[in-house]
């Protein structure tokens, strides 16, 4: 449910959590101000469900499934999320976000690795650093740019919560080793 295009989240201070709209004028309706808080809640819930979940630095709570597909979860009041996804290189999933029984947002992704000069296991760390740089105007993946021992993390996308598209990028002294594109909105 998109608001009546006043609640497009530009950014947010991190100092301050200080969140700016673009709202095109001065006067708000009390709907306009309740899908603000909506929006502010759901982008809230992913941030923290990603860092509970693969960002997160603690042992994962990684199910392995019947059909093969691997899948993280994380509860919040009445917010679920759900990371399943199948493989390794490449691999593929989907993200979904439930409120009060309602699926209300998802996101879908296919990525792999493109050279075996680095570990598996470093570029994995490294993409969870990454992630733990998750900021609310982009809860998709990560940052835009992430630099760390001689890898560097470019995310570039369009949209925003309710309508995007992106690819993420992890390189290796200057060298593409992983991508991941990926799609999703609020429902």
């Known amino acids: 449910m998109q608001p009546c295009g006043i609640a497009q ?8 959590k200080e969140i700016r709209v673009n709202t095109g004028s001065r006067s708000c309706c009390f709907l306009h101000k309740h899908n603000l808080f909506r929006l502010m809640k759901l982008v809230d819930f992913i941030i923290k469900a990603k860092m509970a ?15 093969g597909s691997k899948e993280l979860t994380f509860r919040s009041g009445d917010f679920k999320y759900r990371d399943r996804y199948y493989g ?3 691999f593929f999933g989907e993200e ?13 992704y296919f990525g792999k690795m493109s050279s075996d000069k680095v570990s598996d296991e470093d570029v994995y760390k490294f993409l969870q650093s990454a992630m733990r740089q998750i900021k609310e105007d982009r809860p998709f993946r990560g940052p835009s740019n992430f630099k760390s021992g001689g890898f560097e993390y ?11 598209t992106g690819t993420e990028r992890i390189l290796h002294e200057g060298q593409e080793i992983y991508r991941l594109n990926y799609h999703g909105g609020s429902m």
Request: aromatic share 12%.
């Open 9 to 16: 989240l530009l950014f947010v201070q991190d100092s301050s």
């Open 53 to 67: 979940t693969y960002a997160s630095e603690e042992e994962s709570n990684e199910k392995i499934l019947e059909d």
């Open 88 to 90: 390794f290189n490449p």
């Open 96 to 108: 979904i976000v439930w409120q009060g029984g309602e699926i209300v947002w998802s996101m879908n």
């Open 154 to 164: 470019i995310d570039e996308s369009i949209g925003d919560v309710h309508n995007f």
